[in-house]
């Protein structure tokens, strides 16, 4: 029955298992894993991977904080109603402040330019 390398024909490489082969393949190996080993000890202790680890745990936590944060901020906003636009009206009885409706706000959108804000 042939060898598989007698099947594929492999002529380039010896498939006898006499002593030189055996030493050709012996050394082969030896540097394949000498290489392998130099290449190993090049990338270092694996120390460097710890500290990425402990950095992105550090700004995952920082980033969940901060949503955190944003997110009560955005509820007491809600809450209390401070983020909607009022206008302060004079009257006789003294300044009060009405909520403008969404026709007024889209007007001062319009007339309104950031620096004309700051003319008055």
């Not at 598989?4 to 002529?11: A, K």
């Not at 402990?54 to 007491?76: D, P, Q, R, W």
């Not at 909607?84 to 009885?93: A, I, L, P």
């Amino acid at each position: 029955m042939p060898t598989q390398g007698e099947r594929q024909n492999y002529q380039w490489r010896p498939n006898d298992n006499s002593s030189t082969t055996r030493l050709r393949y012996d050394l082969e190996a030896e540097h394949w894993l000498t290489s392998i080993k130099s290449t190993s000890s090049r990338r270092g202790s694996g120390g460097s991977g710890s500290f990425a680890f402990l950095f992105t745990f550090f700004a995952l936590a920082f980033n969940l904080l901060n949503i955190l944060v944003l997110g009560i901020t955005m509820l007491f906003k809600w809450m209390f109603g401070l983020n909607k636009k009022t206008s302060r009206v004079v009257t006789h009885e003294g300044v009060r402040e009405r909520m403008l409706t969404p026709e007024e706000v889209d007007e001062i959108n319009r007339t309104q330019t950031p620096t004309s804000i700051y003319e008055n």
